[in-house]
């Protein structure tokens, strides 16, 4: 478009250069070689203009035969190139399909027409054609060539890489891995496994950095960088609190400050606190967090805070958790371990059964059984307790990658992932949960209606359920004939050794089909009616 446009603008000056020319008359006057040449301005005009042009022309043929042999060859060398790209492209198709028949032709036809020092990509596509016949060392041989070209190194390095991770390798593919992350941070599969690989070895200040490049290339975002400071910078502490308290308590304090709710950071940072003397600044650190969420660790370093306070103080430290986050299962757990630590067995089984109430769960049982052992050391429900918590979904812990660790790690101990390990319950078993029979109180069971019985059977004898502080009988409360109750074990352990043996009723047969007992027959049968246990 502006090409058009200065094309029509120089046409236009050259028109109004020739109509000023004509309104204004004049002759041109040339001597030459004892002649005279008088023409018009306009004739002379237009006879210059006329001869730049057959010079111009002239000067385009000349060059066009000269040229001519190169404009040649280029014409055939453009048709072989863009024949090679098009098989190149091909071969990419088909490898990128798993066909590596036709990649591999496709590979062949390509290096023919194209040079593999002026388009790295047949390489690529000769180690994707070894690849998808099987030949894995001819495609290492191929990618470790192309580490000696700058422009296909980190190609190479990924091609390596994958095959140290197919023979399971992990040091050769860090190795690899690290080399591309030098010269590329911004490469995710390059950055992660170095992050693995300094993590594995401690080396936390090594991914720290790795991490402030990922975040400064944007190949992560700003909280996702946060959190993995916060994790790096917890470990860190955790690594430095014996040999350099200092450091590990600035390492810790910034990480709490990138992540508040995170537990871990919030325990490192105020036991480094707690180390220096400094209660009140650590506390207000574990009580944050706490409103956040609540955490048995949290719990168990806040009661604690003062080595030397008394087991009256420590309960009333849990309570002050507790008034910050109300019903909740873990605060009451909290102020149930501090009370039975108090002695205070009424205050400790009320919170346990609140806890209960709240999450049944097997910490919950396992703390009411140690209450009732202290307490009133009552075997039998003890052991009641204690299948309840085997039947009880299991506590909270830290899981990673099918791992339980009762503590906070960094890293993964199974894949070596950083932060993997999630407060949650583990899921070894599933569907344990709690018997609600145990609990719910006692209800009847519906009469059902049966058939009338022959006139000739025998009635049964029934045996009566024994209730808790009433004296055990050999034989049953007189009931009427038609009434038959559940028998428990209770009432199959008062029957004495000499009794009777009493044959079985005789089991009546119903037919899938059959619509059941008709209401107004019902009314004329006998109505003896037995319980279903």
């Given at each position: 478009?502006?090409?058009?446009?200065?094309?029509?603008?120089?046409?236009?000056?050259?028109?109004l250069?020739?109509?000023?020319?004509?309104?204004?008359?004049?002759?041109?006057?040339?001597?030459?070689?004892?002649?005279?040449?008088q023409?018009?301005?306009?004739?002379?005009?237009?006879?210059?203009?006329?001869?730049?042009?057959?010079?111009?022309?002239?000067?385009w043929?000349?060059?066009?035969?000269?040229?001519?042999?190169?404009?040649?060859?280029?014409?055939f060398?453009?048709?072989?190139?863009?024949?090679?790209?098009?098989?190149?492209?091909?071969?990419?198709?088909?490898?990128?399909?798993?066909?590596?028949?036709?990649?591999?032709?496709?590979?062949?036809?390509?290096?023919?027409?194209?040079?593999s020092?002026?388009?790295?990509?047949?390489?690529?596509?000769?180690?994707?054609?070894?690849?998808?016949?099987?030949d894995?060392?001819?495609?290492?041989?191929?990618?470790?060539?192309?580490?000696?070209?700058?422009?296909?190194?980190?190609?190479?390095?990924?091609?390596?890489?994958?095959?140290?991770?197919?023979?399971?390798?992990?040091?050769?593919?860090?190795?690899?891995?690290?080399?591309?992350?030098?010269?590329?941070?911004?490469?995710?599969?390059?950055?992660?496994?170095?992050?693995?690989?300094?993590?594995?070895?401690?080396?936390?200040?090594?991914?720290?950095?790795?991490?402030?490049?990922?975040?400064?290339?944007r190949?992560?975002?700003?909280?996702?960088?946060?959190?993995?400071?916060?994790?790096?910078?917890?470990?860190?502490?955790?690594?430095l609190?014996?040999?350099?308290?200092?450091?590990?308590?600035?390492?810790?304090?910034?990480?709490?400050?990138?992540?508040?709710?995170?537990?871990?950071?919030?325990?490192?940072?105020?036991?480094?606190?707690?180390?220096?003397?400094?209660?009140?600044k650590?506390?207000?650190?574990?009580?944050?967090?706490?409103?956040?969420?609540?955490?048995?660790?949290?719990?168990?370093?806040?009661?604690?805070?003062?080595?030397?306070?008394?087991?009256?103080?420590?309960?009333?430290?849990?309570k002050?958790?507790?008034?910050?986050?109300?019903?909740?299962?873990?605060?009451?757990?909290?102020?149930?371990?501090?009370?039975?630590?108090?002695?205070?067995?009424?205050?400790?089984?009320?919170e346990?059964?609140?806890?209960?109430?709240?999450?049944?769960?097997?910490?919950?049982?396992?703390?009411?059984?140690?209450?009732?052992?202290?307490?009133?050391?009552?075997?039998?429900?003890?052991?009641?307790?204690?299948s309840?918590?085997v039947?009880?979904?299991?506590?909270?812990?830290?899981?990673?990658?099918?791992?339980?660790?009762?503590?906070?790690?960094?890293?993964?101990?199974?894949?070596?992932?950083?932060?993997?390990?999630?407060?949650?319950?583990?899921?070894?078993?599933?569907?344990?949960?709690?018997?609600?029979?145990?609990?719910?109180?006692?209800?009847?069971?519906?009469?059902?209606?049966?058939?009338?019985?022959?006139?000739?059977?025998?009635?049964?004898?029934?045996?009566?359920?024994?209730?808790?502080?009433?004296?055990?009988?050999?034989?049953?409360?007189?009931?009427?004939?038609d009434?038959?109750?559940?028998?428990?074990?209770?009432?199959?352990a008062?029957?004495?050794?000499?009794?009777?043996?009493?044959?079985?009723?005789?089991?009546?047969?119903?037919?899938?089909?059959?619509?059941?007992?008709?209401?107004?027959?019902?009314?004329?049968?006998?109505?003896?009616?037995?319980?279903?246990?």
């Open positions: 478009m502006i090409r058009l446009l200065a094309f029509l603008i120089v046409v236009f000056a050259l028109g250069g020739f109509a000023w020319l004509a309104d204004r008359p004049g002759d041109m006057v040339v001597t030459f070689n004892g002649y005279q040449y023409v018009s301005l306009m004739v002379a005009a237009v006879a210059v203009v006329a001869v730049v042009a057959a010079v111009m022309i002239l000067w043929l000349v060059k066009s035969l000269w040229n001519s042999p190169y404009t040649i060859s280029r014409y060398r453009v048709r072989r190139r863009d024949r090679g790209y098009q098989a190149l492209s091909t071969g990419m198709i088909a490898a990128g399909a798993g066909d590596g028949a036709l990649a591999r032709k496709k590979t062949k036809e390509a290096a023919k027409l194209i040079r020092d002026q388009e790295p990509l047949i390489h690529l596509l000769e180690a994707q054609a070894s690849l998808l016949e099987g894995h060392e001819g495609a290492r041989q191929k990618f470790e060539s192309m580490l000696d070209d700058p422009e296909m190194r980190l190609l190479g390095l990924r091609g390596l890489y994958l095959e140290a991770e197919r023979l399971g390798d992990r040091n050769a593919a860090r190795h690899y891995a690290g080399r591309a992350a030098a010269v590329a941070p911004q490469l995710a599969w390059a950055a992660e496994s170095t992050l693995e690989e300094l993590t594995a070895r401690g080396d936390w200040d090594g991914a720290l950095k790795l991490v402030d490049a990922q975040k400064a290339t190949q992560i975002e700003r909280d996702a960088a946060n959190r993995r400071r916060a994790v790096l910078l917890t470990a860190k502490a955790q690594s609190a014996d040999s350099d308290p200092t450091a590990a308590r600035t390492a810790a304090l910034e990480a709490n400050k990138l992540q508040p709710d995170f537990a871990p950071a919030a325990v490192a940072a105020a036991a480094a606190l707690f180390r220096q003397n400094d209660v009140r650590g506390s207000k650190i574990l009580e944050t967090a706490w409103r956040a969420e609540p955490h048995p660790e949290i719990a168990e370093l806040y009661t604690h805070a003062r080595p030397g306070d008394a087991v009256l103080d420590r309960l009333n430290r849990a002050k958790l507790q008034e910050m986050k109300k019903n909740h299962a873990e605060s009451s757990m909290t102020v149930a371990r501090a009370a039975l630590d108090a002695q205070d067995f009424a205050t400790a089984r009320r346990a059964e609140a806890a209960i109430r709240m999450d049944r769960r097997e910490g919950a049982y396992l703390l009411l059984a140690d209450i009732e052992e202290a307490e009133t050391g009552d075997q039998g429900k003890v052991r009641q307790l204690l309840k918590a039947r009880a979904p299991r506590d909270p812990a830290w899981v990673a990658d099918g791992v339980v660790s009762e503590r906070w790690a960094p890293v993964s101990p199974v894949t070596g992932r950083l932060d993997a390990f999630e407060w949650r319950a583990p899921m070894e078993r599933l569907g344990q949960l709690i018997d609600s029979r145990d609990d719910a109180p006692e209800t009847t069971v519906p009469a059902i209606e049966a058939l009338a019985k022959p006139a000739s059977e025998k009635p049964i004898d029934t045996i009566e359920p024994v209730t808790a502080g009433s004296e055990t009988t050999g034989q049953g409360t007189d009931r009427s004939e009434q038959v109750t559940p028998v428990t074990a209770a009432a199959f008062a029957v004495p050794a000499d009794a009777e043996a009493v044959e079985p009723a005789e089991e009546l047969t119903r037919l899938p089909d059959d619509p059941g007992v008709d209401p107004d027959e019902e009314a004329e049968k006998s109505p003896r009616r037995f319980r279903l246990f």
